[in-house]
């Protein structure tokens, strides 16, 4: 909206917009935690590369608005919208292959209560799946 009009309420609210895209960051956190269940040390570091990129955008952004290109800003407003396009994509693939390690485990332990085994145990096909994973057989993914 702010980089195809100069109506004053529409950039208006078009920040606001643009802003509770970016206040998104608290449900990214949590969904990393969940994403990444073992081991702690990985999570650790998977926090951490999130808050930073998160924050790298204080870097580049005030880049992005020289006065040169003002009052539209049409190259910074084309930028915000492809990275939420990245980000949307992301999140959706993600999402997506959540369900499929969910499917793949559900499928996994399936096949182990049919041959009378406990997909808890070690030696389950369920098991192997999950330890590969670095989770718990009985855990599935947020998605």
């Given at each position: 909206?702010?980089?195809?009009?100069?109506?004053v309420?529409?950039?208006?609210?078009s920040?606001?917009?643009?802003?509770?895209?970016?206040?998104s960051?608290?449900?990214?956190?949590?969904?990393?935690?969940?994403?990444?269940?073992?081991?702690?040390?990985?999570?650790?570091?998977?926090?951490?590369?999130v808050?930073?990129?998160s924050?790298?955008?204080?870097?580049?952004?005030?880049?992005f608005?020289?006065?040169?290109?003002?009052?539209?800003y049409?190259?910074?407003?084309?930028?915000?919208?492809?990275?939420?396009?990245?980000?949307?994509?992301?999140?959706?693939?993600?999402?997506?292959?959540?369900?499929?390690?969910?499917?793949?485990?559900?499928?996994?332990?399936?096949v182990?209560?049919?041959?009378?085994?406990?997909?808890v145990?070690?030696?389950?096909?369920?098991?192997?799946?999950?330890?590969?994973w670095?989770c718990?057989?009985?855990?599935r993914?947020?998605?």
């Open positions: 909206i702010s980089a195809v009009t100069l109506n309420a529409a950039r208006y609210i920040t606001f917009m643009m802003m509770s895209i970016y206040a960051f608290g449900c990214i956190l949590s969904w990393v935690s969940t994403s990444l269940p073992r081991p702690r040390s990985k999570r650790a570091v998977a926090y951490a590369v808050n930073a990129g924050n790298f955008a204080s870097i580049y952004a005030s880049y608005y020289p006065s040169s290109q003002g009052p539209r049409w190259q910074a407003n084309v930028a915000n919208v492809a990275f939420c396009g990245l980000c949307m994509f992301m999140a959706t693939l993600l999402h997506f292959t959540l369900r499929r390690r969910n499917s793949h485990l559900d499928k996994a332990a399936d182990d209560i049919t041959d009378g085994r406990d997909p145990d070690e030696g389950s096909e369920c098991h192997h799946l999950a330890k590969r670095n718990h057989p009985n855990y993914y947020t998605t």
